[in-house]
């Protein structure tokens, strides 16, 4: 099993960066493909962005492209998003997530994952 920590979150303006950590324990992370989600108030868990095992594949939903940027280092059993020009509608609670079997025709949908952070929030100001 893996324990995910997730960090980084705040309050920021429009237009501003964070940068989301997610550090993993019990099992090295390289194991994991990884998934960072979000869920605002009111809302369902939205899928935001993935990482492949070794870094080698990510996607991301369509709203983000361009603005966000996941990665991880493996030696340091942690995986990032970086978030740029954030906007508003980005405000909600982030989560990371692990498994180790998901498909890529699966890594939008948030039951298939089986571990998962408490969540970090993250608001932005207009």
């Known amino acids: ?3 995910l920590e997730e960090s980084g979150g705040g309050l920021v303006q429009a237009g501003g960066s964070l940068r989301l950590s997610c550090a993993a324990s019990g099992r090295t992370v390289s194991s994991y493909a990884m998934g960072w989600f979000r869920q ?3 809302k ?4 935001v962005a993935f990482i492949s095992r070794y870094g080698g594949n990510t996607y991301y939903v369509d709203s983000v492209k361009g603005r ?3 990665s991880r280092d493996n030696a340091k059993n942690t995986v990032y998003l970086q ?3 954030l906007k508003p509608e980005d405000t909600a609670v982030y989560y990371c997530a692990a ?3 998901i498909t890529t025709a699966t890594i939008r949908i948030p039951f298939k994952y089986d571990y998962w952070g408490q969540g970090t929030q993250v608001t932005v100001s207009s």
């Open 40 to 42: 605002a108030p009111g």
């Open 83 to 85: 978030m740029n020009s």
């Open 99 to 101: 498994d180790s079997r």
């Open 68 to 70: 966000f940027t996941i």
């Open 1 to 3: 099993q893996v324990q």
């Open 44 to 47: 369902e868990r939205e899928f």
